[in-house]
């Protein structure tokens, strides 16, 4: 019987036990402090449950925040953008919220939002004047757009970065890229030409040789009564020709696909170097 007595306590007291502890891991601020913690561990998605669970009892304006950085963080732009205009009304973030929506649509591409909104009522704040024209005139440079006024474009950066971006703009407005009827016409003239045309000097002059060489012994097979060994040099050569011709082709695409990827990587060093890419909070 005592066993029975002692048996039951003990589950009375473990149950009351598990009771206070679970109450105390569950308490608001406890919870808050545990999201926090995710939070700074960038483990966004578990922070954002213990930040719903405190809203539910306590709404604070810097959790809110907290949670549109965290799905920023997660790369789910537009819900950060959504969670971010929650806090339009705020007294003390407002700003920072309304920064946030540009930014999460810059990184979500939405580049016609930035250049048709964000310099208008409600996503406009003078706090951050300078950041969101710096981020409208960076899009100009990552997307199709060619058309620009030089001035105007690097208006908004400091003095020291505004010969780099020059650069980029003259490449961007005016890519250098080889045109690739013109590279097709040279290889038929003369073969091995287009592959010059690009650059590609070694491979131009192996195909002019190539190509001659095979045709020079079909003549002199020709010549000497070799027919058969004139036939085949013929064909030898009229392979390396309709291959230099197709070679100077795709060379001609390859050179393009290298000046487009020079510039992009150009862009992102300038970018990301001088901290334009992702402009932070003054908060």
Request: glycine letters at 6%; zero cysteines; a neutral charge.
């Amino acid at each position: 019987m005592k066993n029975k007595i002692f048996f039951f306590l003990t589950l009375v007291f473990i149950s009351l036990q598990a009771r206070i502890y679970a109450q105390e891991i569950l308490n608001p601020e406890n919870r808050l402090k545990f999201g926090n913690k995710l939070f700074e561990e960038k483990d966004y998605l578990r922070a954002i449950a213990e930040f719903d669970e405190y809203l539910k009892t306590n709404d604070n304006d810097t959790v809110r925040f907290n949670i549109a950085r965290s799905y920023f963080g997660m790369k789910k732009y537009y819900q950060a953008a959504d969670q971010y205009k929650t806090l339009f009304s705020s007294y003390t973030l407002q700003d920072e919220a309304r920064f946030g929506v540009i930014k999460s649509n810059f990184f979500a591409g939405d580049f016609s939002f930035l250049r048709e909104s964000s310099l208008n009522s409600p996503y406009y704040t003078s706090v951050y004047d300078a950041e969101i024209r710096r981020l409208i005139n960076i899009t100009y440079l990552l997307d199709n757009t060619t058309q620009f006024e030089n001035a105007k474009m690097i208006a908004p950066f400091p003095s020291d970065a505004q010969t780099k971006l020059m650069e980029l703009m003259r490449s961007k407005s005016n890519p250098p890229y080889k045109d690739e009827l013109t590279g097709l016409l040279l290889s038929i003239a003369a073969p091995g030409l287009g592959k010059v045309y690009v650059e590609e000097y070694t491979d131009g002059l192996i195909a002019f040789a190539a190509t001659g060489l095979s045709l020079f012994i079909a003549v002199d097979s020709f010549n000497s009564g070799k027919t058969i060994k004139g036939w085949l040099f013929t064909g030898i050569g009229a392979f390396f020709y309709g291959g230099s011709i197709y070679g100077s082709a795709a060379a001609v695409q390859n050179y393009n696909a290298g000046v487009k990827f020079n510039f992009e990587r150009e862009l992102n060093l300038f970018l990301t170097g001088n901290n334009f890419f992702l402009p932070r909070e003054k908060f």
